[in-house]
């Protein structure tokens, strides 16, 4: 058993495990990468008991807060054996962010959570500058965290994060609206591949394809195959806002993670509604193929698995959808319409074609 004396005999929390010393060496490190996403309303300094915003001064006028935490779930496990630890801090931005979009909330601000058994200043950096670039994509403030050294609660090397993100929105312009009905024409946009549901069934596909994680990445891309699954989870935030500002059409938009689309539409829909997809409008992204045809599953277990290609869904009002498709292009989504609101008689996700992955 290793010492976990001082000089003089007495015991030491170093000596058990956590280094103070390296907790404040990370706490410096990370404050220029923090600084960077102040925004109205946030002056994004930390190393306070509590992050301060002034909601006042973000503009708001009579304002509903909205708060969404998640984490990333086992596409951890990649980062880690990989060693590429640049990219699941925008994940872990994305998951939560994403879900203040869909009520129509702008996101203000952004705490996180990391916790490991070591703390590995230079890893633990990285993951943080990764949160504070997704952040800054989002528009968001990095305004406090916490950093948890805990010995022999994780293995040597691994970590866990957790996200907490508040937004807010205009009373009268929360979504989803209650006037959906059958005709509105629901939109979907591209998704940036996996993003960061079903990795225990990724993980056990690329086993059962016996590659390496620095193996060429078998679905079209100059990627290694851990690298190319890492591929951060697109955050819609600003697209979907601009859409939501300069149009007026837009009334419920739906984040496809965990359950994919028959999970998530039913979420924002009545009970009189249902969604009518047609799967071969879906985008066709090579890996969702690759994990399909290497794993053998089916369509209906992609479909609950995967975002499959669609990471957010617009419904919107016919007379609306070009302006509102126009917008988010010009935004630099890829749009595709998908299908149309229809009475329900079962299910709420009824589904057409098969995928064209």
Known sequence: MSDTSSAGGGLTYAGAGVDIDAGNALVKRIKPMVKATARSGADSDIGGFGGLFDL??????????????DGVGTKLKIAIDTGIHDTVGIDLVAMCVNDL??????????LDYFATG?????????????IAEGCRIAGAALIGGETAEMPGMYAKGDYDLAGFAVGAAERDAILPRPDVQPGDVVLGLASAGVHSNGFSLVRRIVERSGLAWDAPAPFGTNLTLGRALLAPTRIYVKPLLAALKETTGIKALAHITGGGLPENLPRVLPDTCAAHIDLSAVPALPVFDWLATTGGVEQAEMLRTFNCGIGMVVVVSPEDADSVTEVLTRQGETVARLGFIEHRLAD??????TLSV
């Open 101 to 110: 979009v869909v009520q129509g909330a702008e996101p203000l601000f952004f």
């Open 56 to 69: 006042k001064a973000a503009g708001f006028t009579d304002p509903v807060l909205v708060a969404a935490n």
């Open 118 to 130: 070591a703390l590995d200043v230079e890893a633990a950096a990285t993951v943080i500058g990764g």
């Open 348 to 353: 709420y996700v009824v589904f057409d074609g």
